[in-house]
């Protein structure tokens, strides 16, 4: 794995550790927020990996990601939904247009 690659992938585990951490401490938008982060951060991991591209965004990232999955590369389809679902929860905590509040068995699944 390439030095970037663990790069992303050290920031995947500390903010799911943090995201751990919130749901231990009942604050289930922090939780979401965060977990969406570290999935996100091990998708580039991924995908630079394999592709040697670092993309800067959400949306490149979920793409060159999807584009590996339909290329072939092995991975939990439910993983890779997550990163669009995530996307959207922690877009509607951020940013709403309403208030966003995440229950625990929410949390749970994601």
């Known amino acids: 794995m390439s030095p970037e690659s663990i790069n992303y992938m050290s920031i995947a585990d500390a903010t799911y ?26 998708a580039r991991a991924v995908v630079f990996d394999k592709s040697g591209i670092a993309p800067k965004t959400h949306s490149g990232t979920r793409s060159k ?15 890779a939904k ?18 966003a509040y995440v229950t625990r068995e929410q949390r749970k699944t994601t």
Request: proline share 2%.
């Open 65 to 79: 990601f999807h584009d590996l999955l339909h290329g072939g590369l092995a991975f939990d389809a439910n993983l």
């Open 82 to 99: 997550f990163l669009s679902e995530g996307f959207d929860t922690k877009q509607g905590i951020d940013y709403g247009p309403e208030v």
């Open 17 to 42: 550790d943090r995201a751990k951490r919130s749901f231990g401490a009942a604050i289930y938008e922090n939780a979401a927020r965060d977990a969406y982060t570290a999935a996100l951060n091990a």
